[in-house]
């Protein structure tokens, strides 16, 4: 299997993925996405914040909802849970990686609290040397949004040079923000009661 999944980095998640084309106007409404590299994990990586004018708990619904998962990131062909648990959920992933397929399994990791909620993922097996990442959700900064921190590690080895690697997944994280606002939006709108006639 080769490692040439460099949509990987967006899977987070689990996906850290890529990705219903929206149209671009909710996502510069709502203010664009910070993209940073990083190397403080030892892995070359990237760190992007945004904000979703959901509230938090609809946020973390999309985003912990793997039935949702295609919707978000459209490179992504299979999900299947293979270990479910009550705060990790061990997931196999098989994604189109433009030049082949790619595949492997995460272990995703929950946890709310009053501050924060997290979804975070480390790769289990399957194809790249490292896959790890991490949502991290607070409170937005007016009342009824969300500030989101994603974080995404990947090492997809020498097949791909790094640079690569790294201007494709920052036009798929700034595609993937456009989604994720997109379907926080519909996940809002199917929680509303419907008009009494």
Partial sequence: MTRTTWATPLLGAALAAAFALASPEPAHAQGPAAIQEDESQGV???IATFTVNQPRDVVFSVLNDLSRFKQIFPNVLEVKVVRDGETSRDVFFRVDAVISEGSYTL????????????????????????????????????????????????????????????SLAISKVEEMVVRVRKACDERAAEAKPAPTP
Avoid at 136 to 155: A, I, M, N, Q
């Fill in 44 to 46: 070359k990586g990237l």
């Fill in 107 to 166: 272990r995703r990791n929950i946890s709310q609290s009053k501050t924060a909620d997290i979804i975070s993922w480390n790769r289990l097996s399957g194809d790249a040397n490292v896959i790890r990442g991490s949502w991290t959700l607070t409170d937005g900064p007016k009342e009824g949004t969300t500030h989101l921190t994603y974080r995404s590690y990947v090492d997809v080895g020498a097949l791909i040079p790094t640079s690569t690697v790294r």
